[in-house]
Structure formats: C-alpha cells, structure tokens
C-alpha cells in the first residue's frame, strides 16, 4: 500500500512540473522572439551595439531600441551623392536607407514587441525642400495631381498619394501613414537602379535656371546683333576676357525669396565667378523675367507677384505716345491727335504774294529817284513782317506741340502685346536684335543682358518700376514720355519682359506653386 510520502511523490511532482511549464515554455518563446529580432536587425545592418534587445522573460515581449536620426543629403559633388546606398534596410520605415546620407543621431525609439513582424524602423526626420531636390535632381517627376492633393488635404491626404514618379510612372515619393510622425507628414521613398540614367553632377539642378547668349554673339558684325554685342561686351568684362567663361549662366531663388546672384559656367560647368544683382526691386524684376522665359515652370521656385501680375495685364501705354516714339504708325491707331486747317496759312501767303506783285508794280512805274527810296521801304516792312509771321508760326507750333503731347497722353491705351510687338520690330529695323528671333527669344537675350550687365538690369528695373507707378496714378505725364524718349532702347526691352511675364500669368502650371506652398506649410518630414 502507497504511503502518503509516495502519493506526494507521484502526483505531487507532476502537477509541480506541470506548472512551471508555462514559464519555461514562455521564457523559450520570448528568447526565440529575440533571436529574431537579432536576426532581422543583423539583415537589415542594424547592428546590436546601436539596437540593444532585452527579452521579458516573463511576459512573451521584447523590447528593442532603435536610433532616431536626422537626414541631409550629401553635396552634389560626393560620389556617392549619385550612388544607392549598399546597406539598404527592408523594414517598414527604413526606405531612407536606400541613398546615402549625412546622418546624425538624433535620440532613441524603444519598441515593445510581441511578434517579430511587428519590427519596424523608425522614420528619419528631413528637411522637405532638401528631399524634393534631391529626388528631383535625381531624375524624379513631380506628380501634379499627388501635389495638389496634400495641399488641400495636408495630413489628412490619402495613403499612396504620390507625389514624385519615375520616368516610366511609378511613385518615387508617397504619402504614408502617419505612424509616429507627431502631427508632420510622413513618407517612403523608392529607386531602382535604371532611375535618372544619365543625370550627374554636371547635369542643372532642380529649381535652377541655365541662359546663354543668343547665337550671333561673340562680336559678329552685321546688322540685327547690337543688342547680342552689348551682352558680348559684358560678358567679357565680367569674365576678364576669357573666351569660355559665362557664355552660360546659371541662378536660382535664395532663401524662398528673389533671384540674388549669378553663377558664371564654363563649358556647362559652374565655376567660382558670381555677378551680383542690384538688389531691390531690380532683384524681383529679375526674378519675374527668369520665370517669364523659362520653357517649364514645373521645377522653379520662384511665383510671380499678384501685383506685378495685374499689372501686365493692365492696358498702359497710350497709342499716341507710341506715335510719337516713332515705334506706330498713326493711320494704324485710333484717332486720337486734332487736325489742323492749313487754308488761313496759305490764304495769308496768297495775299502776300498778290500784295508784294502789285507793289513791285508800282515801282516800276515811279522814276528811278521815288523807285530806289519805295523800294527801300518795301523791303523793310517785308523784312519786319516775316520776322513777325516766324515768331508767330513757331508759336503755333509749339502750341501745337504742346496739344499733341496732352492728346497723345489721353489716348487710348494699348495692350501690352501690341506695344510689345511694335518695340520688337522696331528694334529689329533699328538693327538691335535679328529679325528671325520670336518674342521669346529676345526675351532670354534680354535677360541674359540684365545677368552680365548690371547696370542695364538696373536700368531696364527703373524703366519697370516708373511704368508701374505710373500706371496705378492715373497714367503717363509729360515727364515720363521725356523719360521714355531718352531711354527708348530700355523702354523696349522693358516692354518685351513685361509681355512675356503678363503671357506667363495665364499659362503658369499650378504645381509649382503646390510645391511652394506644400514646403512652407511643412519645414520638415518623417521619411521612412
């Protein structure tokens, strides 16, 4: 018969084995559970020094912590800037590591996991218009439809809207949920190897604009180039007489603003020769001609002010002042100048004449004594009398001078194509510009000018800024059509840059000004 000590023995073990089991067997669990973390940590080149793991024996948790870091992408000229990164991480959030970065270590996350699917990476925090660029540079499309949708949805924009594609369509950049992003936006990044073939550090960046001279530069004689050798001569002088440097000229918008500077090229390259603008508004009018002229505006930083905008638009120009430049014929404007009647002149100079015939008549029939001493007295009161009859016609004439100019300035006003297209074939008869270019041509020739030339950019800016300011006074004065005779050159330039800038104002993309408005709201991002 069992004692008690064998029924403790036989039951009493078991039933204690029994309950330690669940323990062991979770202590095994929450060990295997590390070894996988481990391991998906190793793969993705996160190494145990910077992601330390503790297990909860007691719990079937793991609890790993992982670093947080802040991007910026390296200088265009790093060799690895064009590179994919060799250490490319696959966990969710970790998208960032498949580019090289300048990294910094920022603070640490920590995950408590039950499951090692649950591993994720956190999502680095970049600057947005630094990442844009980057992808741009790298070939990147920007995606109109995904940039509009984050302007107005924001956080709140779908997950998958994309807001960068490659060349054959598929999401370089797109919107992610916000998991851990704190109130920013949060998204993942893309590439593959056969993305942005053939860009390199001697490709344009994004958000710069690259002109050149006109062809027919260089100090070509012939007629049609005085405004293409202006530009030669300033370039020559700015480069100290090197025949390569700044035949190309690149710029970009500074600090979200205008237009500051620009950087000479040779043969494509950039080099360390910069040309600053005036400055003030010469700086913004710059900045509005660069938007004008350029062919896509998809990748620019700058956005034509509102007012600069109505202002093109506006009909400012009288058609009797462009009469008066020469630049307009007037039987092809309204009419708009007094006619005059000429009869009472020649009636006057008629009975003169009859008068003058009937006096010489006279005194040829006098003897030769009366004859000598009438004539005498004729030709003074003749000589008295024409001296009053030209001071009389030179008053008409001012006078009507004088009447001309005030009609000419309450004239209708034409549109600013029309006065544009007239200085354009003026200048073209006046032998500035070939006549084969288009009014965008000129257009880049002008600004070109405006970049090697400081002082007619600063001139061509003050002719802008007078029209403006004239245009919200109540229109033109006498003192500025003398400006405009003395600067007649500059008034036609002015008037081709203000064309093409009120031609941009109905045919500008809205996804430039997405992407502007989307990097103000969002300084940085959570890329992962």
């Known amino acids: 018969m069992s004692s008690a000590t064998d029924i403790i023995t036989y039951i009493g073990v078991p039933l204690a084995v029994l309950g330690v089991l669940p323990i062991l067997l979770t202590t095994v669990r929450t060990l295997t559970l590390a070894t996988q973390i481990r391991r998906l940590l190793s793969q993705n080149h996160l190494p145990a020094s910077t992601s330390p793991i503790r297990p909860l024996l007691l719990s079937s948790l793991a609890e790993v912590t992982l670093p947080l870091h802040a991007l910026a992408p390296l200088p265009r000229t790093h060799p690895e800037y064009w590179l994919l990164g060799r250490e490319y991480s696959a966990l969710p959030g970790g998208s960032y590591t498949i580019f090289h970065w300048r990294m910094l ?34 070939g990147a499309i920007p995606d109109a439809r995904g940039w509009s949708v984050l302007r107005q949805s924001g956080l709140w924009a779908p997950t998958g809207t994309r807001l960068l594609n490659s060349e054959s369509g598929q999401g370089v950049l797109v919107v992610v949920a916000p998991e851990d992003s704190e109130g920013v936006v949060a998204v993942k990044v893309d590439w593959q190897v056969d993305w942005g073939v053939g860009r390199g550090v001697g490709s344009l960046p994004p958000f710069w604009m690259c002109v050149g001279q006109m062809i027919g530069a260089g100090g070509k004689e012939g007629a049609g180039y005085e405004l293409l050798r202006k530009a030669e001569s300033a370039r020559k002088a700015a480069s100290d007489g090197d025949e390569d440097i700044g035949r190309t000229t690149r710029f970009h918008v500074e600090n979200g603003r205008e237009i500051e500077r620009i950087h000479l090229e040779k043969k494509g390259m950039q ?56 630049v307009i014929d007037e039987a092809d404007t309204p009419p708009w100048a007094t006619t005059y ?27 030769a004594e009366q004859r000598e001493v009438f004539k005498k007295g004729r030709e003074m009161r003749e000589l008295r009398e024409f001296a009053e009859e030209s001071k009389r016609r030179n008053l008409v004439r001012q006078e009507r001078e004088e009447r001309r100019i005030l009609e000419a300035l309450n004239s209708p006003r034409q549109a600013t194509k029309v006065v544009a297209e007239a200085n354009l074939k003026w200048l073209v008869d006046k032998g500035e510009v070939p006549s084969h270019l288009t009014m965008k041509d000129v257009g880049e020739a002008i600004l070109y000018l405006m970049a090697v030339d400081r002082d007619e950019c600063f001139r061509i800016s003050d002719i802008l800024d007078k029209w403006q300011d ?28 203000l064309f093409l800038i009120k ?12 992407i502007q408005e ?10 992962g």
Not at 116 to 138: G, K, S
Request: aromatic share 8%; glycine share 6%; with cysteine.
């Open 503 to 514: 031609d941009t104002s109905t045919t500008e993309g809205r996804i430039a000004v997405d």
């Open 341 to 367: 009647d000429d009869q009472e002149d020649r009636q006057r100079n008629f009975n003169n004449f009859i008068k003058r015939n009937d006096e010489m008549r006279m005194e040829n029939q006098l003897p």
């Open 105 to 138: 270590t920022t603070g640490r996350r920590l995950y408590r996991l039950q499951y090692a699917d649950e591993l994720r990476q956190p999502a680095a925090e970049v600057d947005f218009e630094a990442l844009i660029t980057f992808l741009l540079d790298r």
């Open 470 to 497: 004239w245009s919200l006074s109540g229109g033109m004065r006498k003192e500025h059509l003398s400006l405009l005779r003395e600067a007649q050159n500059t008034f036609a330039y002015a008037s081709i840059i």
């Open 271 to 326: 080099t360390e020769l910069q040309l600053m603008l005036p400055g003030g508004s010469a700086n913004m009018w710059f900045s509005c001609a660069a938007t004008a002229v350029r062919e896509d505006t998809g990748l620019w930083g700058y956005s034509i002010p509102r007012a600069i905008k109505d202002f093109a638009r506006r009909d400012t120009i009288p058609c009797g002042v462009m009469c008066i430049l020469g």
């Open 518 to 527: 989307c990097i103000k709201s969002w300084k940085m991002v959570r890329l």
